[in-house]
């Protein structure tokens, strides 16, 4: 049996720390959107905009990104200038999940091509 210890120690599901966390990167853009971050470290919208190179609207964009600032993934800087200039920057605590991520993409590649196969045997019965 697999000792899960965050079940042990948490028995409200609906307060599980773990979940609270998921349920931010559960969406389409959020993990993108930090990922993008990651890399070049402080941007502009119109910059995040163009990197994701989707089809993701502004108003999908805006509400990712007030959402990873509320939950202090990111920092917005907002600068009195004429036209106006915002930039979005990560923070140490967003940084901090990059090896988690890291984990998680290489749990991916060595499991996918199982993954792959159930699923194909799950649509096939």
Do not use: H
């Amino acid at each position: 049996m697999i000792k899960i210890n965050i079940l042990e120690n948490d028995l409200d599901i609906n307060n599980c720390p773990v979940r609270k966390v998921l349920d931010r990167f559960g969406d389409k853009w959020s993990l993108l959107v930090l990922l993008i971050l990651g890399k070049k470290e402080t941007l502009r919208f119109n910059e995040i905009n163009k990197e994701i190179g989707q089809d993701i609207s502004q108003k999908m964009l805006t509400v990712t990104l007030r959402t990873l600032e509320a939950d202090g993934y990111l920092k917005r800087t907002s600068y009195p200038e004429i036209p106006p200039r915002v930039e979005y920057t990560i923070t140490d605590l967003g940084k901090s999940l990059f090896p988690l991520i890291d984990n998680l993409e290489k749990w991916a590649k060595v499991n996918m091509s199982a993954i792959e196969k159930s699923r194909e045997k799950f649509m096939k019965s």
